[in-house]
Structures are given as structure tokens and as C-alpha cells.
């Protein structure tokens, strides 16, 4: 049986492009059609003499003719990726960036840069304005506020757990001190009815070289302030969590 098709009988539309497929009852009836067909000899030859020679991907090869064109085309040029530019495009390339040229470390002219600084002066104080309406509205504050309340940590919990009522969980932003640094302070714990605070500090947080609340810096500002700081490590808690009950029983006695 003949091919039903015929050589490129598939028309734009009816191919398989790019992912997409046909109904299921256009691939019925594409079924029902291609039962049993067979390209006949004509179409064969036609088929083979449409591509003999001019086979140019998937490994495929192009004509001599085709060859000896693209190669006079492509005469003393380097290939896409490594080619240069000849000296005449080099230089009308050079002269259209000179002087304007704000990418990649290059520098823009002083107009240029005139014009981004009064944009940016701009857009500093469309925002400031917006976030002065926006923290002018008590709902939005009290949302926001909400929203930055800080949960316990894992160490912060099973401390928590371990010591005595009289030392409360104020980490969430609840309790604020500004010290001599010229910040304000949340220690992460409050004895009752005392001047005294417990800071926890995580071990990666805190590691040595982030500067992040220096353990005796800390207990020197809060001393400034009237207050005794307690600083207890994470891994401290893990390993070692009758060390830590000791130091806080003393911590609570000590004078």
C-alpha cells in the first residue's frame, strides 16, 4: 500500500514540535492510516536523491559545492567563539564606548553619573517617605512587630527546661536594656525580682572570629548598666548540663 502521507507529507502543525502532541483521536486516525503502508520505490529514490550529499547535522556531511562556499566565505576568519574583530571594527567599537562605558569596571561619563546619583536621590526618598507612612500606621507596627518575635532555640529550650521558674525566657523581644554601647540589648533570659540576665550562646553563631558579642565585652557593658550576665555555651548545655546547673545555682546565690 502506498505511503498515505507521500514525501513530506506531514504538513506544519501536524509534527511533533518541540514536546507538543496530537489529540488521542488525531493519533487514532494517524494510526488507522499508516496500517500497513510502505513508501513505494519512487518515493524511495526521490527521498535518497533529496538527501544524498546534502546531509548537514547530526553528523551528516554537506556537498563539495557547499564546502568550497562556506569555506571562501569564511576565509581568514577565526571560527565564532575564538574570531577577532578587524582592526577597523575594533576601532569604531573603541571610539563608541569611549567615555561611556559603565560596565565591567569601565567608567560612566560625569553626565551619566550625574543623572544616576539624582535617580538613586530620588528613590532614596520615595522609600523613606513610604516607610515613614508605613510606621506611622499602628496596625502595620504591631504586624511587624509580630512578625520579628524570636522563638526559642533548641539549647535555649532544654535551658529553659533545666533551670528554675525564677529565670524567664525574654528572647523573644521582650525585655530590652540599651547599654553603654549605644545599642539596645535583648538578653535571652531574666532572673525574677534580680538584676541578673543569662545570654546562651550558639556555637557557630558565636565562633571565635565573627566578633558577634564578645563574651567579656558583653559582661562588662551589662556590669556598666547594673547588671550581672551569666554566659552560658551551647555545647555546654549538650555535653556538660550538670556543669551548667551548678554555674546557674551559683549565678542566682552570688551577691
Not at 502532541?21 to 526521490?46: D, F, V
Request: hydrophobic letters at 30%.
Amino acid at each position: 500500500m502506498p505511503n498515505p502521507f507521500g514525501i513530506g507529507g506531514f504538513k506544519k502543525g501536524n509534527k511533533l514540535w518541540l514536546g507538543m502532541h496530537h489529540s488521542q483521536e488525531t493519533k487514532n486516525k494517524l494510526s488507522e492510516l499508516r496500517k500497513g503502508s510502505k513508501l513505494t520505490p519512487e518515493q524511495k529514490a526521490k527521498l535518497s536523491m533529496a538527501l544524498r550529499g546534502n546531509q548537514n547535522t547530526l553528523g551528516y556531511r554537506h556537498t563539495e559545492g557547499t564546502k568550497k562556499k562556506m569555506s571562501a566565505a569564511h576565509k581568514g576568519k577565526r571560527p565564532f567563539l575564538n574570531r577577532r574583530h578587524t582592526k577597523e571594527a575594533r576601532e569604531k567599537i573603541s571610539a563608541g564606548l569611549r567615555g561611556n562605558k559603565n560596565t565591567l569596571g569601565h567608567k560612566a561619563t560625569t553626565e551619566t553619573r550625574i543623572k544616576l546619583s539624582k535617580s538613586h536621590i530620588k528613590i532614596k526618598d520615595k522609600l523613606s517617605k513610604i516607610a515613614k507612612e508605613l510606621w506611622s500606621n499602628p496596625i502595620y507596627i504591631e504586624k511587624t512587630i509580630k512578625a520579628l518575635e524570636r522563638r526559642p532555640t533548641l539549647p535555649e529550650r532544654i535551658f529553659n527546661e533545666m533551670t528554675p521558674r525564677s529565670i524567664r525566657y525574654v528572647g523573644n523581644r521582650a525585655w530590652w536594656q540599651k547599654l553603654n554601647d549605644g545599642h539596645r540589648h535583648n538578653p535571652d533570659f531574666k532572673v525574677t525580682g534580680q538584676n541578673k540576665v543569662i545570654e546562651i550562646f550558639g556555637d557557630y553563631y558565636h565562633r571565635p572570629g565573627t566578633k558577634k558579642d564578645d563574651p567579656q565585652k558583653l559582661i562588662s557593658l551589662y556590669a556598666q548598666a547594673g547588671f550581672d550576665c551569666l554566659i552560658v555555651w551551647e555545647k555546654e548545655i549538650y555535653r556538660r548540663p550538670e556543669q551548667v546547673l551548678e554555674r546557674v545555682n551559683n549565678f542566682l546565690i552570688r551577691q
